[in-house]
């Protein structure tokens, strides 16, 4: 009910603009010139209002930046509450279980002897046949004989490798036939005769060796025959060393006990068989 005398106030165009400008339905350009301008007396006089063209561009500015600016409050809101999902309410993915190391593969060591590749070329090549190696290209043990041999004889551990051993008797002073047989080229031979020491036997007497003296003891020996192509073995025998004069040179390398040596006689008597047939 208004007093006499009184002014009605003008109701709050503000809060209706905003909130008519919230759902769409007027434009700020409107709600504004409502308040201050023109266009506000005519529409509280009931004329009509006149909008001028850089009014109407200016209203429309001010709705795409509020319609921007409230896309991406909207935005803002459901990004944070999606961050806020995965890191605090959320799971994250599962790191994949670490790799298992692969088992190791052990490569089986062939046992027995083996083959080489290549031919036999010199007195080397035949001494590997006393350390498990064989030669499928050498010539083969059949036939008549003679049957070319080489030894080769073990220098012990203080040397630490294999020498050839030459019956110069049987092989120097005989024929021709037996040269090939006892000395023969080293890709000719057809066996290895493998001469090892094996340890020593009952004591023989002292050598003097410079400002030193020295036992001899008896040698024991083993010697063992091969095939060269098949690495076969053909022959084994164990003797003794016939030798047991003290040795005319002592090397510095003998060791402190010094061995019977195998006489040439000795192998020429177990192998002679085998060779001359």
């Known amino acids: 009910m208004e007093r006499a005398g009184e002014t009605p106030e003008p109701p709050d165009e503000t ?5 008519l400008v919230a759902l769409g339905g007027l434009e700020l350009g409107e709600f504004d010139a409502g308040r201050s301008g023109p266009a506000g007396v005519a529409a509280a006089t009931g004329a009509p209002v006149v909008r001028t063209t850089s009014d109407e561009r200016a209203a429309r500015r001010r709705t795409r930046l509020i319609s921007a600016a409230v896309a991406m409050a909207v935005l803002g809101f459901f990004g944070a509450a999606a961050y806020l999902f995965v ?3 959320g799971t994250s993915p599962a790191a994949p279980p670490p ?3 692969l088992p190791a593969v052990s490569v089986p060591v062939a046992a027995g002897p083996q083959p080489v590749d290549q031919g036999v070329r010199v007195e080397d090549d035949l001494h590997r046949v006393c350390e ?3 030669y499928p290209s050498a010539p083969k043990l059949r036939g008549d004989t003679p049957h070319p041999i080489l030894i080769s004889e073990d220098g012990g551990a203080e040397v630490g490798y294999r020498t050839t051993r030459t019956l110069n008797q049987a092989a120097f002073a005989g024929s021709a036939a037996q040269r090939r047989a006892w000395a023969p080229e080293p890709v000719r031979a057809q066996m290895v005769a493998c001469l090892d020491l094996t340890g020593p036997g009952g004591r023989i007497r002292d050598c003097k060796a410079g400002s030193r003296s020295l036992p001899l003891v008896e040698g024991k020996y083993r010697l063992t025959v091969y095939e060269v ?3 076969r073995k053909v022959a084994e025998r164990t ?3 016939a030798d047991r004069a003290c040795p005319f040179v002592i090397l510095n390398s003998a060791g402190d006990t010094l061995f019977s040596a195998v006489r040439d006689r000795q192998l020429y008597d177990l192998l002679r ?3 001359e047939g």
Request: no cysteine.
């Open 229 to 231: 192509s098949t690495h």
């Open 273 to 275: 068989q085998r060779v």
């Open 132 to 134: 498990d190696r064989f």
């Open 99 to 101: 790799r298992r190391p």
């Open 239 to 241: 003797l003794t060393g």
């Open 87 to 89: 890191n605090v309410g």
């Open 15 to 19: 809060g209706l603009g905003a909130r």
